[in-house]
T-cell receptor
């Protein structure tokens, strides 16, 4: 149990276009999901906390108008990178916290975004 | 500020034991996590400590001392597949994970 999926696993897009990444908790409900970004040889950086039914909470320095988060249901959160630029190329990882336990988080497999 | 320190890289020999240390200073404490991350993959959960002491799980053990702000991950009987980055993370008073930079563990035959 406790499986989180992400789609797509890899995406290549042209500069100026938008890309949507989906994060789904497959066998549990998650009111809270998290979006991370990881650059090569660096640790995870929390971008935002996504809450079902309310606006996401963004970390300092993360542009909310560029990284749109929609937590449409208790099992789905989406991250849209708008007007992507090459510097947005990174590994994007989501995690989901089961509603029953505060301290657990389960990670999706990640999405490798390359902007050309 | 909040800070988590762990060594950048460690090298060990197949079959040996290695200890990866983590020290932390955070606003509040709701547990310490260790994750394993292979290159190009998402982290996978290894352990969770919220009380002082040693938690053993097969070849992996994790220790916590809250008074010292210190934890370690102990890996026994090292295998080549254990080559990965090991991430220490602390859950703060807001139940958010604060991440260390990770320790890259290199296993040599």
């Amino acid at each position: 149990g406790a499986v989180v999926s992400q789609h797509p696993s890899r995406v290549i897009c042209k500069s100026g276009t938008s890309v949507k990444i989906e994060c789904r908790s497959l066998d549990f409900q998650a009111t809270t999901m998290f979006w991370y970004r990881q650059f090569p040889k660096q640790s995870l950086m929390l971008m935002a906390t996504s809450n079902e039914g309310s606006k996401a909470t963004y970390e300092q320095g993360v542009e909310k108008d560029k990284f749109l988060i929609n937590h449409a249901s208790l099992t789905l959160s989406t991250l849209t990178v708008t007007s992507a630029h090459p510097e947005d190329s990174s590994f994007y990882i989501c995690s989901a916290r089961p509603d029953r336990v505060d301290y657990e988080q389960y990670f999706g497999p990640g999405t490798r975004l390359t902007v050309t | 500020g909040q800070n988590i320190d762990q060594p950048t890289e460690m090298t060990a020999t197949e079959g040996a034991i290695v200890q990866i240390n983590c020290t932390y200073q955070t606003s509040g404490f709701n547990g310490l996590f260790w994750y394993q991350q292979h290159a190009g993959e998402a982290p996978t959960f290894l352990s969770y400590n919220v009380l002082d002491g040693l938690e053993e799980k097969g070849r992996f053990s994790s220790f916590l001392s809250r008074s010292k702000g210190y934890s370690y991950l102990l890996l026994k009987e090292l295998q080549m597949k254990d080559s990965a980055s090991y991430l220490c993370a602390v859950m703060d008073s807001n139940y958010q994970l604060i991440w260390g930079a990770g320790t890259k563990l290199i296993i040599k035959p």
